[in-house]
């Protein structure tokens, strides 16, 4: 199990240019690491902004299925959100908003991997594809389905 400085170490590289307003803390009563006390107004509204209210979750309110996929990894990580968009222009928004502050990104389908590939970076953001799922063009004569 990670101790308190580990886990401060691991957030303090994640987001370097958020303000924090305490540590990063290890949850003892679970395998889960969590993110506790984190003020990054900024980022949260920027993200709000793309994506809307109802498609962003943020630390440590994020649901449980987000924080991990089927490998065998001993332990959910916690971001500092996660994000659902619908279309490629939000994708693109949330690389920028990401970029700008120096956050790790996650792509997410249905978790269903087995390599760990979709377990979250401590303090970063979870793009969560879920809501991407339309057809968008059909192409039978050449056999081509273009999909989100």
Same mark, same amino acid.
């Given at each position: 199990?990670?101790?308190?400085?580990?886990?401060?170490?691991?957030?303090?590289? @994640?987001?370097a240019d958020?303000?924090?307003?305490?540590?990063?803390?290890?949850?003892?009563?679970?395998?889960?690491?969590?993110?506790?006390?984190?003020?990054?107004?900024?980022?949260?509204?920027?993200?709000? @902004?793309?994506? $809307? !209210?109802?498609?962003?979750?943020?630390?440590? &309110? &994020?649901?449980?299925?987000?924080?991990?996929?089927? @490998?065998?990894? /001993?332990?959910?990580?916690?971001?500092?959100?996660?994000?659902?968009?619908?279309?490629?222009?939000? *994708?693109?928004?949330?690389?920028? *908003? !990401?970029?700008? &502050?120096?956050?790790?990104?996650?792509?997410? $389908?249905?978790?269903?991997?087995?390599?760990?590939?979709?377990? /979250?970076? /401590? $303090?970063?953001?979870?793009?969560?594809?879920?809501?991407?799922?339309?057809?968008?063009?059909i192409d039978?004569?050449? &056999?081509?389905?273009?999909?989100?």
């Amino acid at each position: 199990m990670p101790q308190r400085s580990d886990c401060y170490l691991l957030r303090k590289l @994640s987001c370097a240019d958020l303000i924090l307003t305490t540590y990063r803390v290890v949850d003892v009563t679970s395998s889960a690491v969590t993110c506790q006390g984190m003020t990054a107004l900024p980022v949260r509204d920027e993200l709000i @902004s793309v994506v $809307g !209210a109802d498609a962003a979750s943020f630390s440590p &309110h &994020h649901n449980p299925d987000d924080l991990h996929d089927e @490998s065998l990894h /001993p332990l959910a990580v916690e971001p500092f959100a996660v994000v659902r968009p619908t279309t490629t222009q939000q *994708v693109v928004e949330i690389v920028r *908003v !990401a970029r700008r &502050h120096n956050l790790s990104l996650t792509a997410r $389908g249905s978790g269903t991997g087995l390599s760990g590939a979709a377990t /979250p970076v /401590p $303090g970063g953001i979870v793009v969560n594809f879920e809501r991407m799922n339309q057809v968008l063009r059909i192409d039978a004569r050449d &056999h081509v389905a273009v999909v989100q």
